[in-house]
């Protein structure tokens, strides 16, 4: 299944620059595997060290957001994953 993810601009360094990108996927962590096999080193920035979702990496299907416990939803095809990182600091 074909899935459009919609990356943040601090992402956008493993995809040559480009906004949007397709993958395969029936659900957000299959979405997420695909993209990390297609953009290597992107993981970094998405998962802890443990293999969870970062809680700073924002997950949104459809421009609805998801959690941590929501990656295995299933999707439908042609849905857009947004991913966007929330920066902190201070």
Not at 23 to 42: F, M, N, W
Request: charge should be negative; proline fraction near 3%; glycine fraction near 14%.
């Amino acid at each position: 299944m074909s899935v459009n993810v919609k990356l943040s601009l601090l992402l956008r360094k493993f995809s040559g620059g480009e906004e949007m990108v397709e993958v395969s996927g029936g659900t957000p962590a299959e979405c997420l595997r695909d993209l990390q096999d297609k953009h290597p080193g992107i993981e970094e920035w998405l998962y802890d060290k443990q293999g969870e979702v970062k809680p700073q990496t924002w997950l949104f299907v459809n421009g609805e957001r998801i959690h941590g416990d929501e990656v295995g939803k299933a999707l439908e095809d042609g849905d857009e994953l947004s991913i966007m990182l929330a920066i902190v600091g201070g």
